[in-house]
Structure formats: C-alpha cells, structure tokens
T-cell receptor, first 113, second 111 residues
Framework: DGGITQSPKYLFRKEGQNVTLSCEQN?????MYWYRQDPGQGLRLIYY???????QKGDIAEGYSVSREKKESFPLTVTSAQKNPTAFYLC????????????FGDGTRLSIL | AQSVAQPEDQVNVAEGNPLTVKCTYS??????LFWYVQYPNRGLQFLLK??????LVKGSYGFEAEFNKSQTSFHLKKPSALVSDSALYFC?????????FGQGTELSVKP
C-alpha cells in the first residue's frame, strides 16, 4: 500500500536534547511538508521541500531543522532551541501541482519529560 | 495575505439530520479549496476539493461542499449525519504550493 509513515508514534524529549522525527513516503511525491498541531490552533507549517536537496522555512521554523537527501524521506529535528516542543507533528506529501491534495501521515506526538 | 476562517469551534448535530460545517476564505485570484477530516490521534484525510467548474463538489463518505464566490465561502455539507462522522474538520486554501488551514471545527453527531 502506498502511503506516508511517521515514526515513532510517541516521543519524549529531555531538556537540552535534540530529537528527530522520521517521515517516509512511497507515493513518489516531489513535495513534502512538516506541520505542527496544537489544540485550537489548526496546523502551522514548519518546513517544506518541493524537490530533493532543497527546502524552505514555513511560518514557525525557529527551533527546527530538516534535510531532504532522498525523495522519499524528510526527517524533522526538534532542537533544544525550540522551547515549547510539546505538540502533535504531522508530515505530508503532495504530487506536482498546487491543485493536488496533500496526503498525511498519522503523526508523532512529542512530549517533554 | 490569504486566509481561511472556520467560524464555529464546534457543531452539534443529531444523527440523521443534515450537517453544515462553515468555511470562509480570503484570497487573491482564483482559490483552490480543500476539506480534510481528522480522527483522534490520526493524520488528516482528504475529503474533497474545489479547483474550478461546478460550484457543488462531491467527495468521500457522502460529503459535499458548495463554493460561493460572492460570499467567499466553501461550506461542507452532508444530507444525513452519522455518529461515525464525529471528528475534527479542516478547511484549507492553497497558496504557492502550501496549504493554509482554518483552525478546525469539531463535529459531534449524537444518536
């Protein structure tokens, strides 16, 4: 089955620690996205990538970093500079064309220990 | 700047009754509009989209949406609600390859 896989489902971070969230897709989509979801605030864009080896900051990129070395993979690192990392993180992918829907993974819930 | 508003945080409907989840947008040019549904601790699932053409768009699970350019609205509708429709619904508009989401509307369908 084609789709997007996010792992782990739940993640805990200690103070001062960097953590990396995995996102893999086998849909052969060019574009990939990372969103943060907080209660009552909808989804906010962290980073996105429309092609391998290139990515752009979204609305709330501070304290996060990404890489796009392979078409199918777009990992997100939550650094210690992100002071309020507790949230539900969603990864999405999209085929070419802005009129195509984005396809979402099932998310990673990050909490602070 | 483009934006999307969902004016109701929560909508309550009795099973079997019609439902409407409201969405208004502000864009420059012609909008690409989307509706997604999210169940607890899951990702978003695509329901339907409006690109151009008929103002009434049909989507998954019996949902449909009506595009109204003069009112800049894209309300989600279903003729007969099911308890299993209870979920969080998001309206979104496409801008330069990115999606801008509304804050979401919690739909509760009671038996």
């Amino acid at each position: 089955d084609g789709g997007i896989t996010q792992s782990p489902k739940y993640l805990f971070r200690k103070e001062g620690q960097n953590v990396t969230l995995s996102c893999e897709q086998n849909l052969n989509h060019d574009a990939m996205y990372w969103y943060r979801q907080d209660p009552g605030q909808g989804l906010r864009l962290i980073y996105y990538s429309q092609i391998v080896n290139d990515f752009q900051k979204g609305d709330i990129a501070e304290g996060y970093s990404v890489s796009r070395e392979k078409k199918e993979s777009f990992p997100l690192t939550v650094t210690s500079a992100q002071k309020n990392p507790t949230a539900f993180y969603l990864c999405a992918s999209q085929s070419q064309g802005t009129n195509q829907p984005q396809h979402f993974g099932d998310g990673t819930r990050l909490s602070i220990l | 700047a483009q934006s999307v508003a969902q004016p109701e945080d929560q909508v309550n409907v009795a099973e079997g009754n019609p439902l409407t989840v409201k969405c208004t947008y502000s864009v420059s040019g012609n909008p690409y509009l989307f509706w997604y549904v999210q169940y607890p601790n899951r990702g978003l699932q695509f329901l339907l989209k409006y690109i151009t053409g008929d103002n009434l768009v049909k989507g998954s699970y019996g949902f449909e949406a009506e595009f109204n350019k003069s009112q800049t609205s894209f309300h989600l509708k279903k003729p007969s609600a099911l308890v299993s429709d209870s979920a969080l619904y998001f309206c979104a508009v496409s801008q330069g390859g990115k999606l801008i989401f509304g804050q979401g509307t919690e739909l509760s369908v009671k038996p």
